[in-house]
């Protein structure tokens, strides 16, 4: 299993006191598996996305990513699972302005030491985005610089890419041709998706699907 969430619980603090928003989530994804994420807004998607990072922690239940139980690992230890296992893709494209097309598909990969240029020439080739390497992020459209994210989340071999409403931000076109390249780069690659969408047309592209109401998977 390249993700395991078991009986994960999460509770946020409001001006009324402990508001549940996971209440015993439990679920499995495989190396090479595609698994979209559905819920209401306020269901706690994202949330999921967020301990399944490791960016916040469970408050009970056992999270494991490459069979390695976050709950038992030190915040430096997590970094690094984060950087060499996981990848991020979110709704805004977050690249970075300073950086050039190539830095910015790079960047992440080097700090792992884990840059293939035959790797991430395959990626920048399959994306289209050869003749955009030497330009900055403002320059390019929302399309192409969501593809930017893609090859950046890519370029390090993840085994987990943690994706939230993708192509939220793009026309209806460039959605599905966006989508349609992630999916295969994924593929190509063995890694395990695990998608948030609002969108059942997408979530039917998926292997699987989980529902999240009332913080349960339903
Ligand atoms: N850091 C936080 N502090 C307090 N409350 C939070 C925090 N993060 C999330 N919440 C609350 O947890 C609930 C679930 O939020 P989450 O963003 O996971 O939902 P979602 O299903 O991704 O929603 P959407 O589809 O609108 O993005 C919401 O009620 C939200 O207000």
Known sequence: MVLEFEGV??????????????RGVSFGLKAGETLALTGESGSGKSTVLHIAA????ADAGAVRVSGQDMAQMDDAARAGLRRT????????FNLIPSLTVADNITFQAALSGRVDKTHVDGLVEALGLGPQMRKYPE???GGQQQRVA???ALAARPRLMLADEPTGNLDEATAEDVL???LKLVAQTG???LMVTHSPAIAARMDREIHLSGGQLT
């Open 54 to 57: 490791g960016l916040e922690a």
């Open 139 to 141: 320059a390019l459209s």
């Open 180 to 182: 349609a390249q992630m």
């Open 85 to 92: 296992d996981i990848a991020l893709v979110f709704q805004q």
């Open 150 to 152: 893609i090859a950046r």
């Open 191 to 193: 890694a395990a998706l």
């Open 9 to 22: 619980e999460k509770s946020f603090r409001d001006s009324e006191g402990l508001v549940p928003v996971l």
